[in-house]
């Protein structure tokens, strides 16, 4: 059994994370403002309250220590979000943004558009091919379980993610390994890159789905602090024998009236004017849910 | 136990995978072994380690995603099972998981090669290929069922992933005297001197790559036999040495797709460093889905067994 000290930081009210989700979207459009190619902008906003509160308060991670054998281990599954993800690991400490600013992108950074564990040491796992992560994950916590470690496996997929026959296939082993110390979140956007998804694949019932593999089941709204602050406090014991996903009903693009929902925006650029325009609607946007 | 073989012996290389893991789980308390419903060579290993043993059933992606996770939290996972479906199935796995952060992952298994008598769908043909354009992954074919066990046993130390392809691994021939041959990884072995002509091969047609040689003796032909068991990284060296000391002459033999395994990545070297040679001939697998027959039966209908490489070898040492 590992009892090694681990300095997580105080815990966050869901007002303070709410002010952090809302800090992340404001670092995320200004990074999309300041580089030339195209950031999977909607995506990376429908997971920015997900990421929020994992990275400031479900996660038991310390920035200053990222290979602590207690940690609590993230895998982000769906790659393509890694910008989002760098920022709120540079929100935790982890990082330095204004580098990620600065060299996003370019060679020879370590902040490309999918992470690479190698290049980016406190990232968990090379991801960016979909339906990887929860395969990874599930190692993951079999080698914490075994050692007898209490900290959990997250990662996070997206629903579109779930297409693949792998994320079912270690649906099966998650289960059938017993691992409650295995967490997924699902960024439930219900947006492909070029589809609605229900237009092209019929992921409903989801949620029965997850139940039909033997999962504990969490159904939240995922831009609702509070309830991802619930679903967290929720979680079992590791040391239990269910694996349970937190399927978070999102907006592609949500915080940017123009983006919100709009298959045009699965990835882009933003020019000054669409950069401004932008930032204007995340703050009406936080003012209307202030009211 | 130590346990001494001898030459020309059959043995299961099959039970040397399931020994030796049993061993080294004792020694390395960080030793996995996953395996997608191809259990019977390790029971053994199950049965003492119990939790470090993973069955996935029928799931080959996830075995190698499985594996991956355990080697990031620093194990050495060993993925078990049958090479058509570890090598293409889940082939982006074991490429984007495995070889991208270059995690010490081992996949060891069976069918490489028109073996099993299963069809197409259960030879492994194309997997030295696919393997050897990984980056970070070394590809090992084994034909002794008793350098098995060794290859295991170094690849222990190694940080990154390894590819160890065997044929059924029922009833092998044991090729070598214990001691006979220095066995590193990376290094060929010469299985049988001599000047005339040199023979490359690997896995289970290094037997008969010997009798051939054997044939070719009566004519007071003398064949170099190499093993050349690792196919990445390749021994350029020995290739170098072999073109000088035998005539310049090559044959290359496999049981695997005649372009895409050793026979091109010896004609690589060959073509890198500028090596004159007299002939060169390659036999293995024609573009073809090969049918169902006995192991010597294909290898004869398909322009790769021993007659085949006894002609080989005659048509090189007419070459002037």
């Known amino acids: ?291 | 136990m130590p346990v001494t073989f001898t030459f020309g012996e059959m043995l299961s290389a099959r039970s040397v995978i399931g020994s030796t893991l049993a061993e080294l789980g004792e020694t390395h308390d960080n030793l996995w072994v996953i395996t997608p419903d191809i259990g019977a060579t390790l029971v053994e290993f199950r049965d003492r380690y119990p939790d470090r043993f993973v069955d996935v059933g029928l799931a080959e992606q996830v075995s190698v995603g499985i594996a991956a996770g355990l080697a990031y939290d620093g194990n050495i996972p060993v993925v078990s099972g049958m090479l058509p479906f570890l090598s293409m199935r889940a082939l982006e796995q074991v490429r984007t998981d495995v070889c991208y952060p270059n995690l010490p992952v081992k996949i060891i298994g069976t069918h490489g090669g028109l073996v099993g008598n299963g069809g197409s769908t259960h030879y492994a043909v194309e997997d030295l290929s696919l393997m050897c354009s990984l980056t970070n992954m070394t590809v090992t074919s084994i034909g002794d069922p008793v350098m098995v066990g060794e290859v295991i046993r170094q690849s222990m130390d190694m940080p990154g992933p390894i590819y160890i392809r065997l044929a059924v691994g029922k009833k092998d021939m044991v090729l070598y005297e214990p001691g006979q041959h220095e066995v590193r990884i990376g290094k060929g072995i010469v299985a049988r001197n001599g000047s005339d002509v040199t023979l490359f091969t690997h896995g289970t047609t290094v037997a008969q790559a010997l009798t051939a040689a054997e044939h070719l003796a009566e004519d007071g032909v003398s064949v170099r036999v190499v093993d050349m068991w690792t196919l990445k990284p390749i021994d350029a060296e020995l290739i170098e040495r072999c073109a000088a000391e035998t005539g310049g002459r090559f044959v290359v033999l496999e049981d695997h797709l005649a372009y895409g395994g050793l026979a091109t990545r010896v004609a690589d070297v060959v073509a890198d460093r500028g090596i004159a040679l007299t002939s060169f001939e390659r036999l293995g697998i024609p573009q073809v889905y090969a049918g169902f027959g006995e192991d010597e039966q294909l290898r004869d209908k398909h322009g790769y067994g021993l007659s085949h490489t006894v002609d080989a070898l005659r048509r090189a040492v007419a070459t002037a």
């Open chain 1, 1 to 291: 059994m590992t009892q090694t000290v681990l300095d997580t930081g105080p815990e966050l009210s869901v007002a303070e994370l709410e002010d952090r989700a809302f800090e992340l979207r404001r670092l995320l459009l200004n990074l999309c403002g300041t580089y030339e190619g195209a950031v999977h902008i909607g995506g990376d906003l429908s997971v920015a309250d997900i990421l929020t509160a994992l990275f400031h308060r479900g996660l038991r991670i310390d920035p200053k220590d990222i290979r602590n054998p207690a940690r609590d281990r993230f895998v982000l599954s769906k790659g393509h979000a890694a910008v989002c993800m760098y920022i709120a690991m540079a929100m935790r400490g982890f990082f330095d943004y204004d580098e990620i600013v600065a060299t996003y992108g370019q060679l020879d950074s370590a902040y490309g558009m999918h992470p690479c564990k190698v290049q980016l040491p406190g990232v968990e796992a090379s991801t960016g091919s979909l339906g990887h992560g929860l395969p990874l994950a599930v190692g993951m916590a079999l080698s914490g379980r075994h050692r007898g470690e209490t900290h959990r496996v997250v990662t996070l997929m997206g629903d579109g993610e779930t297409g693949e026959g792998s994320v079912w296939e270690a649906a099966m082993a998650g289960r059938s390994q017993r691992l409650g110390n295995l967490v997924a979140f699902i960024d439930r956007n219900r947006q492909l890159m070029t589809s609605f998804a229900e237009e092209r694949v019929m992921f409903e019932p989801y949620p029965d789905k997850w139940r039909a593999f033997g999962w504990n089941v969490i159904e939240i709204d995922g831009h609702d602090m509070r309830q991802l602050v619930d679903a967290i406090d929720a979680l079992p014991d590791p040391a239990s024998d269910v694996p349970t996903v937190v399927i978070c009903e999102t907006v592609k693009g949500k915080g940017v009236d123009f983006m919100e929902r709009n298959l045009a925006w699965h990835a882009g650029s933003l020019g000054a004017e669409d950069l401004e325009r932008a930032m204007a609607s995340l703050e009406a946007s936080r003012t209307k849910e202030a009211r």
